[in-house]
C-alpha cells in the first residue's frame, strides 16, 4: 500500500502520534544524561570519603559506558521484538536502582555494580528511544534522531548545579540517591506510553533512502556489509576525542593551569571550568538535532564530511590556544558541538541503509563503536605523559577526526550507493 493509498484517518492519527513518542524519547533520555554526563561531580567526594584512588573510581565510569554501549544490540533486538514499552519500563526501575546503590556503596565491588546497572538500564532506554524514533521519523531520520539523542546530550545542562549543591550540602550520597530515584521514576511512568508504528503507518520517505530502506537488512546481513564497517570505523575515530574530553576536561584544565581560572566571554565573567562543563552540555546537545536537520536536506555523508573536518581544526586549535581561559571555554564547546552530531548521523545512516524494520537492533549493533572509543580512552593519560602532554592528544584526535571526513566522502558515501543500487 501507497503512502497516498492509506485512509484519512490514520494518515492525521500517524502524524500526531509521532511527535508525541519523539517528546516521550527526549524526556527518557534527558533522564538518564546524569548517568555518564553528571559522573564527574561525584569523583572527588566519593575518594574524599573512601579514599579509593581516582583512577579505581574512575573504572566504574568505563564499567558503565561498555556496558550501556555493548548491550545496546541485544536490548534492540528486545525493542524490535517485544516493543520499545517493555524495555522503557523494566529501564526506568535500573536506572533509579544504580544510583541507589551508588549511594550505598562501600566498596568498589558495589560500585562496579552500580555502573553495571546503570549501563544495563540506560543502553535499555538509548536503544528504545533512539530505534523508535528512526521507525517513526523515516522521512526526517536525522532530525528525529538527533532530538532524540539531545536529551542525552543535554539533560543534564540544567541539574549541574543543583547536583553540585546538593553534594556541597547533603553529600554525595543524597545526591545519588534523590536524584536517581527521581530521573528512574519518570523513566518508568513515561516507559508506559512508548510505542512503535505497526506495518499500517507509513510516511513518505525521500527518494535517496526510499530504496535502500526497503532492504529490511537483520544485523547479521548488515555485519556483512562493507558500508557497515566503514561507518563503524568512522564511528570509532570521531567518538574517541569526545570521550576523552568528557572523561578528561578537568584534569586538561588543572594541567593547563585553568582550575580556578576566570574567562570573560562577551563582556561577561565566568570562572572557565565550571562555565566549560555546563555550556559544553547545552551545545553538545543542540548539535545533535542541528546536524540531523542539515543531514536530511544535503546528505549525510556530506554534513559528516563537514563536522568531522571542523572538529579536527578545532583540535589544532586547541594545541594553540587551549591554555587561554576564554579560549578554553569558547574551543571545549565547539568540540562538543563538532562531536554530538556523531549520535543523529550515524543511526539515520544506518536506519537509511539498512530499513525500518530491524532498526533499533541495527543502530544498537552501530552504537557498540562507542564502547569501543572508550577503549581508547585511557591511552589519552598516556600520550599525555609520554608524547608532548595533551597538545599530543588533541593532535592525534584531530588526525583522527580529519581520516574520518575523508572516509565519509571517499568511502562510505559510494558503499551506501551500492546499496541503493541493490
Same mark, same amino acid.
Given at each position: 500500500?501507497?503512502?497516498?493509498?492509506?485512509?484519512?484517518?490514520?494518515?492525521?492519527?500517524?502524524?500526531?502520534?509521532?511527535?508525541?513518542? #519523539?517528546?516521550?524519547?527526549?524526556?527518557?533520555?534527558?533522564?538518564?544524561?546524569? #548517568?555518564?554526563?553528571?559522573?564527574?561531580?561525584?569523583?572527588? /567526594?566519593?575518594?574524599?570519603?573512601?579514599?579509593?584512588?581516582?583512577?579505581?573510581?574512575?573504572?566504574?565510569?568505563?564499567?558503565?559506558? #561498555?556496558?550501556?554501549?555493548?548491550?545496546?544490540?541485544?536490548?534492540?533486538?528486545?525493542?524490535?521484538?517485544?516493543?520499545?514499552?517493555?524495555?522503557?519500563?523494566?529501564?526506568?526501575?535500573?536506572?533509579?536502582?544504580?544510583?541507589?546503590?551508588?549511594?550505598?556503596?562501600?566498596?568498589? %565491588?558495589?560500585?562496579?555494580?552500580? +555502573?553495571?546497572?546503570?549501563?544495563?538500564?540506560?543502553?535499555?532506554?538509548?536503544?528504545?528511544?533512539?530505534?523508535?524514533?528512526?521507525?517513526?521519523?523515516?522521512?526526517?531520520?536525522?532530525?528525529?534522531?538527533?532530538?532524540?539523542?539531545?536529551?542525552?546530550?543535554?539533560?543534564?545542562?540544567?541539574?549541574? $548545579?543543583?547536583?553540585?549543591?546538593?553534594?556541597?550540602?547533603?553529600?554525595?550520597?543524597?545526591?545519588?540517591?534523590?536524584?536517581?530515584?527521581?530521573?528512574?521514576?519518570?523513566?518508568?511512568?513515561?516507559?508506559?506510553?512508548?510505542?512503535?508504528?505497526?506495518?499500517?503507518?507509513? *510516511?513518505? @520517505?525521500?527518494?535517496?533512502?526510499? @530504496?535502500?530502506?526497503?532492504?529490511?537488512?537483520?544485523?547479521?546481513?548488515?555485519?556483512?556489509?562493507? @558500508?557497515?564497517?566503514?561507518?563503524?570505523?568512522?564511528?570509532?575515530?570521531?567518538?574517541?576525542?569526545?570521550?576523552?574530553?568528557?572523561?578528561?576536561?578537568?584534569?586538561?584544565?588543572?594541567?593547563?593551569?585553568?582550575?580556578?581560572?576566570?574567562?570573560?566571554?562577551?563582556?561577561?565573567?565566568?570562572?572557565?571550568?565550571?562555565?566549560?562543563?555546563?555550556?559544553?552540555?547545552?551545545?553538545?546537545?543542540?548539535?545533535?538535532? *542541528?546536524?540531523?536537520?542539515?543531514?536530511?536536506?544535503?546528505?549525510?555523508?556530506?554534513?559528516?564530511?563537514? +563536522?568531522?573536518?571542523?572538529?579536527?581544526?578545532?583540535? #589544532?586549535?586547541?594545541?594553540?590556544?587551549?591554555?587561554? /581561559?576564554?579560549?578554553?571555554?569558547?574551543?571545549?564547546?565547539?568540540?562538543?558541538?563538532? $562531536?554530538?552530531?556523531?549520535?543523529?548521523?550515524? /543511526?539515520?545512516?544506518?536506519?537509511?541503509?539498512?530499513?525500518?524494520?530491524?532498526?533499533?537492533?541495527?543502530?544498537?549493533?552501530?552504537?557498540? %563503536?562507542?564502547?569501543?572509543?572508550?577503549?581508547?580512552?585511557?591511552?589519552?593519560?598516556?600520550?599525555? +605523559?609520554?608524547?608532548?602532554?595533551?597538545?599530543?592528544?588533541?593532535?592525534?584526535?584531530?588526525?583522527?577526526?580529519?581520516?574520518?571526513?575523508?572516509?565519509?566522502?571517499?568511502?562510505?558515501?559510494?558503499?551506501?550507493?551500492?546499496?541503493?543500487?541493490?
Amino acid at each position: 500500500m501507497t503512502e497516498s493509498a492509506l485512509p484519512i484517518e490514520n494518515a492525521r492519527v500517524s502524524a500526531a502520534g509521532r511527535w508525541t513518542q #519523539l517528546v516521550l524519547g527526549v524526556i527518557c533520555m534527558s533522564m538518564i544524561a546524569n #548517568l555518564q554526563y553528571g559522573w564527574t561531580l561525584f569523583v572527588n /567526594p566519593i575518594d574524599d570519603k573512601h579514599h579509593w584512588g581516582l583512577a579505581s573510581i574512575q573504572v566504574a565510569f568505563s564499567v558503565f559506558v #561498555l556496558i550501556e554501549t555493548w548491550l545496546v544490540p541485544l536490548e534492540g533486538y528486545l525493542v524490535d521484538r517485544y516493543g520499545p514499552k517493555m524495555v522503557g519500563v523494566v529501564s526506568g526501575l535500573l536506572v533509579a536502582a544504580a544510583w541507589t546503590i551508588n549511594a550505598k556503596a562501600n566498596s568498589l %565491588a558495589m560500585l562496579y555494580v552500580g +555502573a553495571v546497572v546503570g549501563g544495563i538500564g540506560a543502553g535499555g532506554v538509548y536503544g528504545a528511544c533512539v530505534g523508535n524514533a528512526l521507525k517513526w521519523f523515516p522521512d526526517r531520520r536525522g532530525f528525529a534522531a538527533g532530538i532524540t539523542a539531545m536529551g542525552f546530550g543535554a539533560g543534564s545542562a540544567l541539574t549541574v $548545579y543543583p547536583i553540585a549543591n546538593m553534594i556541597q550540602s547533603q553529600g554525595y550520597e543524597a545526591a545519588f540517591l534523590k536524584f536517581g530515584l527521581a530521573q528512574g521514576i519518570v523513566v518508568f511512568i513515561v516507559g508506559w506510553f512508548l510505542r512503535a508504528p505497526d506495518e499500517s503507518v507509513r *510516511f513518505a @520517505a525521500p527518494a535517496r533512502v526510499t @530504496a535502500a530502506t526497503a532492504t529490511n537488512a537483520t544485523p547479521a546481513e548488515m555485519l556483512r556489509s562493507p @558500508a557497515f564497517w566503514v561507518m563503524y570505523v568512522m564511528f570509532v575515530l570521531t567518538a574517541t576525542g569526545g570521550l576523552i574530553i568528557t572523561a578528561q576536561l578537568k584534569p586538561i584544565a588543572k594541567d593547563f593551569g585553568l582550575s580556578t581560572a576566570q574567562a570573560t566571554i562577551l563582556g561577561l565573567t565566568v570562572t572557565a571550568l565550571p562555565f566549560a562543563l555546563a555550556a559544553s552540555r547545552v551545545v553538545n546537545g543542540v548539535s545533535r538535532p *542541528f546536524f540531523g536537520w542539515i543531514s536530511d536536506q544535503i546528505g549525510r555523508e556530506t554534513t559528516m564530511f563537514v +563536522a568531522f573536518a571542523l572538529e579536527a581544526v578545532v583540535f #589544532l586549535l586547541l594545541t594553540k590556544m587551549g591554555s587561554h /581561559p576564554a579560549s578554553f571555554v569558547v574551543l571545549s564547546c565547539l568540540v562538543f558541538f563538532f $562531536y554530538g552530531e556523531i549520535y543523529s548521523l550515524f /543511526p539515520a545512516a544506518c536506519a537509511d541503509s539498512y530499513g525500518r524494520k530491524f532498526a533499533s537492533a541495527n543502530a544498537g549493533v552501530l552504537y557498540t %563503536a562507542k564502547g569501543t572509543a572508550s577503549l581508547v580512552v585511557p591511552l589519552s593519560s598516556v600520550i599525555s +605523559a609520554h608524547f608532548g602532554g595533551w597538545n599530543g592528544v588533541f593532535t592525534t584526535m584531530a588526525i583522527m577526526n580529519a581520516v574520518a571526513a575523508v572516509m565519509a566522502i571517499a568511502f562510505m558515501k559510494p558503499l551506501r550507493a551500492k546499496l541503493v543500487a541493490k
